[in-house]
């Protein structure tokens, strides 16, 4: 078993390394390279895996509610921790409820469980990302206009993906083939990405971000466990609900605390800590979920 979680978390972990050691040294620029991940290759994977023949997305209805449930469950008690221990909501509460599904779940989620998995995994991911760009952009701006969530690629990927998978309408197979390709970039990107930007973050308060790294991982998991008790799900989303709240802060925390100039050296500080906590947190989900 731990040969497994190891040969699952390895090639994860690799990667992400191999950025930080390179943005450590080559300091390059990858805002270009990110930007066409969050404009073309994230969506295309999204797209791809919603607008599937064999993708039905009423068959995830419950774990869209489960997964619903363990984002605004954290958020809860996010600022329930928030109040308790004296910290700003603003900055506690946003990496509390929004998790790296992304940048670690997706692939993950294929490397433990299998290309199966991708669609479930994607299913989770839209459900966080849509919330992550509406109520927690609104959370830290509450001026901020809501309707500029259609703008966003990955949402109209998501929606354009739902729309094709339940109208039935099938897309020419050489066109898929693209879409899956172009998507494909976006998984190795992401984790490379990660760890150039885990260099450009900084240890502002190691309190504050170990309380958040542990807070994280923590909470999800147990809220995980005890939706599970309420929502029925099959064996494989079991264990992708339970790794789901198991993983670290998102990096997208830090920039948008940054954008909106709510401490972004303190959130900085809870999504690097959180995303090394991970090497503790991951495999101990990985093992109670296989």
Same mark, same amino acid.
């Given at each position: 078993?731990?040969?497994?979680?190891?040969?699952?978390?390895?090639?994860?972990?690799?990667?992400?390394?191999?950025?930080?050691?390179?943005?450590?040294?080559a300091?390059?620029?990858?805002?270009?390279?990110?930007?066409?991940?969050?404009?073309?290759?994230?969506?295309a994977l999204?797209?791809?895996?919603?607008?599937?023949k064999?993708?039905?997305?009423?068959?995830?209805?419950p774990?869209?509610?489960?997964?619903?449930?363990?984002?605004?469950?954290?958020?809860?008690?996010? =600022? $329930? /921790? #928030?109040?308790?221990l004296?910290?700003? +909501?603003?900055?506690?509460?946003?990496?509390?409820?929004?998790?790296?599904? &992304?940048?670690?779940?997706?692939?993950?989620?294929?490397?433990?469980?299998?290309?199966?998995?991708?669609?479930?995994?994607?299913?989770?991911?839209?459900?966080?990302?849509?919330?992550?760009?509406?109520?927690?952009?609104?959370?830290?701006?509450?001026?901020?206009?809501?309707?500029?969530?259609?703008?966003?690629?990955?949402?109209?990927?998501?929606?354009?993906?739902?729309?094709?998978?339940?109208?039935?309408?099938?897309?020419?197979?050489?066109a898929?083939i693209?879409?899956?390709m172009?998507?494909?970039?976006?998984?190795?990107?992401?984790l490379?990405?990660?760890?150039?930007?885990?260099?450009?973050?900084?240890i502002?308060?190691?309190?504050?971000?170990?309380?958040?790294?542990?807070?994280?991982?923590?909470?999800?998991m =147990? $809220? /995980? #466990?005890?939706?599970?008790?309420?929502? +029925?799900?099959?064996?494989?989303?079991?264990?992708?609900?339970?790794v789901? &709240?198991?993983?670290?802060?998102?990096?997208?925390?830090?920039?948008?605390?940054?954008?909106?100039?709510?401490?972004?050296?303190?959130?900085?500080?809870?999504?690097?800590?959180?995303?090394?906590?991970?090497?503790?947190?991951?495999?101990?989900a990985?093992?109670?979920?296989?």
């Amino acid at each position: 078993m731990l040969l497994r979680i190891v040969s699952i978390l390895f090639p994860l972990f690799a990667i992400t390394a191999i950025g930080f050691l390179v943005g450590r040294r080559a300091k390059p620029d990858l805002s270009h390279a990110n930007k066409l991940n969050m404009d073309v290759f994230v969506p295309a994977l999204v797209f791809g895996a919603l607008a599937n023949k064999s993708f039905h997305i009423t068959e995830f209805l419950p774990l869209l509610a489960a997964t619903l449930a363990v984002v605004v469950g954290s958020g809860l008690l996010g =600022l $329930l /921790a #928030a109040r308790l221990l004296g910290i700003a +909501p603003k900055t506690l509460v946003p990496p509390i409820m929004f998790n790296n599904c &992304g940048n670690l779940g997706l692939p993950l989620a294929v490397l433990a469980f299998g290309e199966q998995a991708l669609a479930p995994a994607v299913v989770m991911f839209m459900v966080s990302n849509l919330l992550h760009f509406s109520f927690g952009a609104w959370l830290l701006d509450h001026q901020i206009k809501l309707g500029g969530i259609w703008k966003v690629p990955s949402v109209l990927a998501t929606m354009a993906g739902l729309a094709v998978g339940l109208s039935g309408f099938e897309v020419w197979e050489p066109a898929m083939i693209a879409i899956r390709m172009l998507g494909e970039i976006s998984i190795p990107l992401m984790l490379f990405a990660l760890g150039v930007r885990l260099t450009e973050s900084r240890i502002g308060e190691i309190r504050l971000g170990l309380i958040g790294a542990a807070a994280r991982p923590v909470i999800g998991m =147990l $809220l /995980a #466990a005890a939706v599970m008790l309420v929502v +029925p799900l099959p064996e494989r989303e079991r264990a992708l609900l339970l790794v789901f &709240g198991a993983l670290p802060p998102a990096v997208l925390n830090y920039i948008f605390a940054e954008r909106y100039h709510q401490e972004p050296e303190k959130v900085a500080s809870i999504v690097l800590i959180g995303n090394v906590a991970a090497l503790a947190f991951l495999p101990l989900a990985l093992a109670i979920g296989l």
